[in-house]
Structures are given as structure tokens and as C-alpha cells.
């Protein structure tokens, strides 16, 4: 008997049928004999028409009573998958955050879990019964709701599973798992049986949003074997988890992307001491989170300073860095949106050597120019002119041996 | 400074421009130097959505869940009303059941108020707060979620105006007040300035639904004063209070109706002792309501037994009734499912005699029959052809002089 906390995304709980469809993928778990802790997020697009009620009121509502009106979302949904499991003759109970109770910061929005109650659970399961929980919420230490922000249910579901010491955590969501690259470009993407902690971090900051970052932040600190997979698939999914020394790991795990980001250059700034953190004070003092970042220091004792912000921070941060040019006497400001990141992944780089080369020489062959480098013990990006998005990722991704072999046993793997 | 407790229906939070109209009338209080703690039901038909929602699932969703489920009704409006008033300016703070709390017995759908925290009410409202509570729910000693039924969020504000001794408590709803008798039947109808308790109960409970009956009991009980009026003008509604001494009392306060009863008729039974209770045992234990009883006595010995059910009712009891009738050999069973029961009531009558007559001399001279008649000490109720239900309450209206008087100055009392 093996105890799962299995997480269901909104588009899993999104109408009554898929609600019903859950409960027959929860009464089979419970019919081979395990236990079984679920959680849930809002039906569909819940989340988003309560957010356009209350930004419908005022543009900046109180944040402790949005967290009031986003947390009802979950408990229609954990309401209802209780009432399908009862109505099918399984024993099921209901907890808000409240009700468990999920402890939080008491910071409204994205709160964070500070301690979680196991006596309710640990009683109803050894009663027999299926314990639903509502992501997303708790309370905090004065008993108001809060909210631990966008997909927040995913942490409260690797939480619960330290917590209850869980055999798997299950993610149930619309993709069947990670995938060697987005599919979407690269057909003969591989959807991954196994993948690490770090690399999913890796992946998932650089653009692969299949699950919430500070989950798997979170299962990688308690050491929680979690498992991405589809709800409306047989597919076993993707198993995250740690370092397998006895396993042969692959050098690259697979080739990510971002698009969202754009680059800023301020050209010939007279070099002096701390020149860096002068020209990015004002930049992170508006709250602009800066990227990849690199400086070159040209013969005439100037500089050329060259860093990406998000597409959204673009014109703010041009305008900033404007104003920072006239006053530290620099030549020009260019910006550039067109561009694109362009990242391999894999804890195998760790070692291997000569994995940067390979990199830059697949892109070379293709004529691909680097305009931006940056590297990490497990991963090496580069930023690239976006139009060759496509042709750079497929390139990679068959230089670094992912793509999927011809044989129909793999395709299944 | 007074302290108002004010509760606003379905109808008055249906949308956000409701809302924010309300808003309004609470800043309005506010700006009078009033304290104000406020309750509010579900929007509009937030209620039905939920319950389709549960129903669509199962023909009998599990209770517990259930109030899981429509409480999230009153928690999205007790959170977007705090964000108009914030967002106005006006320091708020919302409480869910649980959270005040508000502690009821432990029966799901349908439970009593036990004890309400006045704490965080009463510190919140010092620090020159309004306070939101939702209506409609509590928690149970276990912790789980309550609800108190339909027309709950009447008694939350009530025992909510109970607890902190409030000056007044005020049912804001769709019609501005009480009135003599239902206006689109008798257009001459006055709305009443004042009632007593014990008139509403009888008004209500004969089908007047603008207030909540528990409500109403428990405002007598604990001598709170409550105001019934429209949220959308500014007539100051119906005061529902205690009967004053020193007051003239309107013989008759208002004609009203019921017309979902239905009558039944065991005819020619064999008299014996208990007959009465031997022909609605079998009634009651199908946990049918009966109203209405009359039994006479013919000179061959046998009794002719006539009662009212609910129409919903109307055919189990006919088909109880019928092998009852066989068992007891009793001739036949009659049905009529097209009368109505109509009636006056009004303190005064206690302290006036002939009222019954005028009552039945009123009916006579329309032509009316009575079927059955019965009595309490503030009303009197007939049944009659459902065809005469309009004339017979103009024609009541008008012998107990509570048409609208002819100067404009009553019309606007």
C-alpha cells in the first residue's frame, strides 16, 4: 500500500464531466489498494473571472479580501469532487486551507507555508477515506485567508506530500510530461521518463511552464519524488526526481527557450570603479529584473554594458538607462526586442567537457550568430537573433543526440 | 452614534453596480456618525448556479459538502463588497462564518446559531471599521462549514444585531417594506409603518416571504428591533417592533394569502376513539405538514375528516389517505387541489370581538363560500374557491378599512 497526493490543474476539474473523469482516475488508485491525498485548483478560468470582479471594482483591490474572493475558486472545486466521490459510494472529506489548516506568511497573494496540520488528514485516511485539499490557499497566523499566488497548487501538493512522508506526488495536468523541447517546434521532441530537480528549475525558469518553480524547489529541499502526467492520458509522465549516480545520465537533458526577454546596450560609458552597479541601480530600484548581463571594456578606456530584462520592463528600462547615459557621459543607448534565449540543459554538463563548443559550433552551421552568452553548472544559453528561434532549437536539439530514435518502442518510452 | 446592522439580499448585491450602490448607502451611514456592521447573502442567483453545479452531479449531493460548496456564494460578495468600501476609502474588513465565528449545532443545510464571537467585531469596529459578515454560514463544533438554511443571512443579521445590542437592524431588500396586502392583488395595499413581531410571523408564515421566519422569532426573542426596506430608495420601510401601549392598534393589520395548499376529505368513517389521529398517523410519518383540520360528526356515526397539505404533498397524501379510507371503511376520499386560503391578521383582534363576523359577512356579500375556517388569537384563516382569491382580498382590504387613503400625504408614509 503506497500513500499518492495526486494535484489536479484547472483544466483537469474545468467542468462537471472532467470532475467525474477525476474521480474514476482517483477510485482506481484507491481500488489497487493505496491512499490517496488530492488536491485541487479552481474550474478553468475560476481564478481569472473572480480577479475581473474585483478589477472590474477598482484597479488595485485591497489585497486580504482578493484573497477572500480568488480562495472560493478551490472550494467549489474540492466541494465538488467530494460530492463525486461520495455519490460514487467513496468516502471523501473536504478541507479548505483553513480547515487543515495550511499555516502562511501573512503576506496576501503570495503567501508562503509555514506548517500544515497532518492530524485531520492522517485520521481520515486511516479511516479510509480520500482527503481533498484546496490548493493555492491558507491562513495566516491572525486567521485571515491567503493565497500563495499563480500556481500555488502545485506547492501546496509537494507540501503535503513531504509533510505525509507520500511514495510519489502526482501532477495531473494537460501535457503528458517534460519534454526534450517544446513539441511544437521541434517534432522529434522526447518526452522525458526521468528528469532532476535542477534541471527542472533550469527548464522551467527559462520558459518550459509545466510546473510551479517553487514547488520543485520545494520537493527538491524534502526530497519528494514528484511526477508530471496527464490527466486524460494512460502515459506514466515524467519522473522528477535526484541524481541517480548508477544511472547513465545524458549529457544534455534537453533545449529550452525564452522569448520574452530583449536586450539593452549602453555604448562607450567612460569606465571607473562600480560602474556596473551605477548603471543597474536604477534599473533594479524600479523593480526590473535584469537577466543576462555582460560588459566589455573597449581599448579607449570605455565600456560597452549589455543586459535582457523582460519585453514587458523594455521601454521603462530604455528610458531609465537614456537618462543614466547623459549623466555618466555614455555615446548610445540600443535596444533590441527582436532577440531570443536559446538554452541546453543537462546535470550530464556537470562531467563533460567541451558541451559550450558543441553548442556554439551546431549554431555556427546554421549561421547563427551569438549575440549573448551566459552558463551555469548545468546549463548554457545563449541569445540569438529571433527569428532563427526554430531552426536554432531543432539544430540543438539533434546535435546533442535528443531526437526521438525511429524505433516505435522509444516513441512509447 | 447609533450602531446599525445592516443586511443586504441576493437582489441588492446582484452585480458590482449593486454593489457599489450599496457601497454608497453604507458610506452614507458612515458619514452620519453612524457604526456599521454589515451582512450580505450570495449575488443574485449565486446560490441556484452552485446547487445546479452539485445537482448536475448527483440527485443527492452529500450534506457536508453541499454547504462546502454555496457557502463560497456569500464569501465572493463579503470580498468584493471590502474592496469597494477600500477602494472608496472606508477602512473595512470582511469575516467568513468561521472567521467571526459564528458557531452553530452541527446539522448541515439547515443549522442553528449557537454562539457568535463578538472579539474581533467589537475591536474592528473601535478601530473605526465596518465590519462584513457573510450570512448564511457558520461552523459547526468540528470545524466544518454550516449553513443555516434558506433565508439564513436574515437570522445571521439578527443575531448578529442581538449580540452587539445594535439600535437597529436593517433588511434591506427589493420591496420597500410590509404592506396591508400583496399590491398586484389589491393596488390600493399601504406599505405599514410599524408591525409587531407576532403579525409578521403570522404574515409570513402565510406566505408573505419578506423576511425570514427564524429571523423574526429570534428578533422577538431577543428584542431587537428591525427595519424592512428597499435598498434601492429611501422610504424608511416597515418597522417590525414590539406592541406599544400607548399606540393605537389597527384592528387588522393586513389581508393575506396562500395558495399552494390543497384540501382533502375522508368521507363517512366509522367514528372511534383516536379516529383523528389514526387517519393522519400515516400523514405525518410520510413527513407530510398538514395545516388545517376540521372534523364533524354526522348522526349515523360516522365523520367526515377535511385537511390541507401542501400542493407538493397533495397526491402521496391523496394515495395515503385512500388506503387509509379502505382499511377504516370509510366511503371515499375527495380531493380539491383549487382552493386558497386567505387571512386577516392583527393584534388588535385581541381586544376586539366580532371580527370573525365581519370577516364572514365581507366574504358573503361577494358571493364567497368558506370551506374551513380557523382561528388564533391575532388571525383568522379561511379556505375558499381559488377563482375568488383577488376578490376576496380587495373585498377584506376594504371591510377592514386598510385601503390607501385619498391625500397624497399617506400615499407617501
Given at each position: 500500500m503506497a500513500l499518492y497526493v495526486q494535484?489536479?490543474?484547472?483544466?483537469?476539474?474545468?467542468?462537471?464531466?472532467?470532475?467525474?473523469?477525476?474521480?474514476?482516475?482517483?477510485?482506481?488508485?484507491?481500488?489497487?489498494?493505496?491512499?490517496?491525498?488530492?488536491?485541487?485548483?479552481?474550474?478553468?478560468?475560476?481564478?481569472?473571472?473572480?480577479?475581473?470582479l474585483a478589477r472590474n471594482m477598482t484597479p488595485e483591490p485591497d489585497p486580504r479580501e482578493l484573497d477572500v474572493l480568488v480562495s472560493t475558486g478551490e472550494q467549489v472545486s474540492i466541494a465538488l469532487l467530494a460530492i463525486s466521490?461520495?455519490?460514487?459510494?467513496?468516502?471523501?472529506?473536504?478541507?479548505?486551507?483553513?480547515?487543515?489548516?495550511?499555516?502562511?506568511?501573512?503576506?496576501?497573494?503570495?503567501?508562503?507555508?509555514?506548517?500544515?496540520?497532518?492530524?485531520?488528514?492522517?485520521?481520515?485516511?486511516?479511516?479510509?477515506?480520500?482527503?481533498?485539499?484546496?490548493?493555492?490557499?491558507?491562513?495566516?497566523?491572525?486567521?485571515?485567508?491567503?493565497?500563495?499566488?499563480?500556481?500555488?497548487?502545485?506547492?501546496?501538493?509537494?507540501?503535503l506530500a513531504a509533510l505525509l512522508h507520500a511514495d510519489e506526488c502526482?501532477?495531473?495536468?494537460?501535457?503528458n510530461g517534460i519534454y526534450t523541447a517544446d513539441p511544437?517546434?521541434?517534432?522529434?521532441?522526447?518526452r522525458l521518463d526521468r528528469i532532476t530537480f535542477e534541471e527542472v528549475l533550469e527548464l522551467s525558469s527559462l520558459g518550459s511552464k509545466v510546473i510551479n518553480n517553487r514547488a520543485v524547489q520545494f520537493a527538491g529541499k524534502y526530497k519528494v519524488p514528484v511526477r508530471v502526467l496527464s490527466t486524460f492520458s494512460e502515459d506514466t509522465g515524467t519522473l522528477i526526481s535526484f541524481e541517480d549516480k548508477n544511472m547513465e545520465q545524458p549529457i544534455v537533458s534537453g533545449v529550452t527557450f525564452d522569448a520574452d526577454e530583449a536586450k539593452l546596450t549602453i555604448r562607450k560609458v567612460p569606465d571607473r570603479a562600480g560602474i556596473g552597479?551605477?548603471?543597474?541601480?536604477?534599473?533594479?530600484?524600479?523593480?526590473?529584473?535584469?537577466?543576462?548581463?555582460?560588459?566589455?571594456?573597449?581599448?579607449?578606456?570605455?565600456?560597452?554594458?549589455?543586459?535582457?530584462?523582460?519585453k514587458n520592463d523594455f521601454s521603462q528600462a530604455k528610458h531609465i538607462l537614456e537618462k543614466s547615459a547623459h549623466l555618466l557621459g555614455a555615446e548610445e543607448v540600443l535596444g533590441d526586442e527582436k532577440i531570443v534565449k536559446v538554452s541546453i540543459v543537462g546535470v550530464?554538463?556537470?562531467?563533460?567537457?567541451?558541451?559550450?563548443?558543441?553548442?556554439?559550433?551546431?549554431?555556427?552551421?546554421?549561421?547563427?550568430?551569438?549575440?549573448?552568452?551566459?552558463?551555469?553548472?548545468?546549463?548554457?544559453?545563449?541569445?540569438?537573433?529571433?527569428?532563427?528561434?526554430?531552426l536554432a532549437v531543432r539544430a540543438l536539439h539533434t546535435a546533442f543526440g535528443l531526437d526521438v530514435k525511429a524505433s516505435p518502442k522509444s516513441l512509447l518510452v
Open positions: 494535484k489536479y490543474g484547472g483544466t483537469s476539474v474545468g467542468s462537471i464531466e472532467k470532475i467525474q473523469y477525476v474521480t474514476e482516475k482517483i477510485l482506481k488508485t484507491r481500488s489497487e489498494g493505496h491512499e490517496v491525498v488530492v488536491v485541487v485548483s479552481a474550474m478553468g478560468k475560476e481564478t481569472d473571472r473572480l480577479l475581473d466521490l461520495i455519490a460514487r459510494g467513496c468516502p471523501a472529506r473536504s478541507y479548505t486551507g483553513s480547515q487543515v489548516k495550511i499555516l502562511t506568511s501573512d503576506v496576501y497573494n503570495k503567501a508562503r507555508i509555514l506548517h500544515i496540520d497532518e492530524e485531520f488528514i492522517r485520521q481520515d485516511l486511516a479511516n479510509g477515506k480520500v482527503v481533498i485539499v484546496a490548493g493555492f490557499q491558507g491562513v495566516d497566523p491572525g486567521n485571515n485567508i491567503t493565497t500563495l499566488g499563480r500556481g500555488g497548487s502545485d506547492t501546496t501538493a509537494v507540501a502526482l501532477i495531473y495536468t494537460d501535457v511544437r517546434i521541434v517534432p522529434s521532441a522526447r552597479s551605477t548603471i543597474l541601480g536604477p534599473v533594479s530600484d524600479a523593480n526590473i529584473v535584469v537577466d543576462m548581463i555582460i560588459q566589455n571594456t573597449a581599448a579607449d578606456g570605455t565600456i560597452d554594458f549589455t543586459f535582457t530584462v523582460n550530464g554538463m556537470r562531467s563533460h567537457a567541451g558541451i559550450a563548443t558543441t553548442m556554439f559550433k551546431a549554431l555556427a552551421n546554421e549561421g547563427i550568430s551569438i549575440q549573448l552568452i551566459s552558463t551555469s553548472e548545468i546549463k548554457v544559453s545563449v541569445v540569438i537573433e529571433e527569428k532563427y528561434l526554430e
